[in-house]
């Protein structure tokens, strides 16, 4: 099979950095192309990220000798992909995104520019697969022929909104209480000083609780005359810290239901949960969504942010709230789940699907 050409925008930062590492040897998808800022543009990405690759793996030798691209050059750089992963920082992304659809490039981005757009999917594949019918209205909208923008939600999200969406189904989520425990990496490098956080906690972060508290109503709503519309009946309230872990956001989460389930109906929903990605069997996709930890001391991020690719959500110490009906842990690895391999994931979903 012909692969499908990919450009990395902002690919020389953190999430950019691991786009390229975790699509080497893709079975569907090649990186063509990788652009970033004006003055990174015309330099050997080696060169580019010299002294500042962050990932654990070697740079693919396939992307070493590429040169990097001025981001803004859209049109030019458009010619050379038949799609993009945008891994820019939303002030730029708001500039950039547009254009590139508006040459025709879709984008599958991580930015939040795009996260609260009407007629923007804002994907978790295994929960709202569905919204991506959406793509052709907002291409009406905009006159655009080929290119479309598709986002990803919060990283921080990730860790504990498939395990509700799986509960949610069954038996209906009406309020949930988290506390979100959140990597270093989460703030792209060089992020938080390690003065601020190293034998400490940080108890803000800057709009993430905003986020974690509005973002799961979009993903969990409903497509109406040409928008998606937010869930309703639903109430969160979030708290979101920095704390001092390389990668891995862990959630604390309590929850109450239209009708409170059991301990053995809550893990079975759980082990039995599968999406459109387990379905269409795609390449990121981890093949048991939700796994469940019985250790009483589990999940924990050094022993189980890597678990199946680093796609998987692991969950643990399920027991009954005091407050509201049940609580339990989750946790995902911020920089695939979260980030990468969930836009990964979103772009194999769009290729299945064959918007790409």
Known sequence: MKKIRAGILGATGMVGQQYLALLENHPWFEVSCVAASERSAG?????????????????????????VRDAAQAKEIAKECDFVFSALDPPVAKILEEKYAEAGT???SNASTHRWTRDVPMLIPEINAEHISIIPAQQKNRGWKKGFIAVKPNCSLQSYMTPLFALHKKFSVKKVIVTTLQAVSGAGHPGVSSFDIIDNVIPFIGGEEEKSENEPLKILGSMRNGEIVNASGIEISA??????????HLACVSVSFERKPSRAEILDAWKKFRGVPQELKLPFAPKQPIIYREEENRPQPRLDRDTDKGMAVSVGRLRECNVLDWRFVGLSHNTIRGAAGGGILNAELLKAKKYL
């Open 43 to 67: 330099k050997k990405y080696s060169e580019a990220v010299s002294g500042r690759w962050h990932m654990q793996k070697e740079i693919p030798q396939t992307a070493k000798e590429l040169m």
């Open 106 to 108: 879709p984008v599958v």
């Open 239 to 248: 708290h979101c810290n920095r704390v001092p872990v390389i990668d891995g």
